[in-house]
């Protein structure tokens, strides 16, 4: 199956600071992306919509100036959390569809724990 | 998109089938019914979807009523390796606006 691939798998920062996630689809052209993030024992919450070459769209109560989504290939999308508190600490999942081969699938990466100190 | 309830945790034993079931009976005629599973700390995995007729892969089985408002995920020979929690979603195709929208899911223990 297709591949998603998310970097880093985990990362710890200090407070204030700005983090970037990457997830590449790495065999396949991903026309959209999706960014979720889950909280220990909770189910996944879709946070923002990506399209490549146009601006993302954000789910109710997703702060767009915080989440920063950038979508400028079609095997790249970045979140960056920007000045990160603990309350952000979570775990990222991105997930791209794969729009040519595997039709109304999509596909996971293995996701980002984040831990804001 | 349709809501879809599951019971919130299910035991089974090794090699034996397991059968998660999902209601959705408010899913409309546009809408495929979507099986994935998560296992701890791990992104969810595509296991099977359908949209009016049953469907099986190398993975498992997907039974879906005749009036759509209910399905069943099966499992051949569960294995230990099988633990997870199993999601049932309901979505309109990619064309039309649908999304991924993921609800508490069924935590499922395969036992030895």
């Known amino acids: 199956g297709a591949v998603v691939s998310q970097h880093p798998s985990w990362v710890i920062c200090k407070s204030g600071t700005s983090v970037k996630i990457e997830c590449r689809s790495l065999?396949?052209?991903?026309?959209?992306m999706f960014w979720y993030r889950q909280f220990p024992k909770q189910s996944l919450m879709l946070m923002a919509t990506?399209?490549?070459?146009?601006?993302?769209?954000?789910e109710q109560g997703v702060e767009k100036d915080k989440f920063l989504i950038n979508h400028a290939s079609l095997t790249l999308s970045t979140l960056t959390v920007t000045s990160a508190h603990p309350e952000d600490s979570s775990f990222y999942i991105c997930?791209?569809?794969?729009?040519?081969?595997?039709?109304?699938?999509?596909?996971f990466g293995s996701g980002t724990q984040l831990s804001v100190l | 998109d349709a809501k879809t309830t599951q019971p919130p945790s299910m035991d089974c034993a090794e090699g034996r089938a397991a059968n998660l079931p999902c209601n959705h009976s408010?899913?409309?005629?546009?809408?495929?019914v979507y099986w994935y599973r998560q296992i701890h700390s791990q992104g969810p995995q595509y296991i099977i979807h359908?949209?009016?007729?049953?469907e099986t892969n190398e993975m498992a089985s997907l039974i879906i009523t005749e009036d759509r408002k209910s399905s069943t995920l099966i499992l051949p020979h569960a294995t230990l390796r099988d633990t997870a929690v199993y999601y049932c979603?309901?979505?309109?195709?990619w064309g039309q606006g649908g999304k991924l929208i993921f609800g508490q899911g069924t935590e499922l223990s395969v036992k030895p």
């Open positions: 979603i309901v979505r309109v195709a």
């Open positions: 065999d396949f052209q991903a026309t959209t």
């Open positions: 997930s791209a569809r794969d729009f040519q081969g595997a039709g109304e699938k999509l596909f």
């Open positions: 359908g949209l009016k007729n049953n």
């Open positions: 408010t899913i409309s005629g546009n809408e495929y």
């Open positions: 990506s399209n490549e070459g146009s601006k993302a769209t954000y």
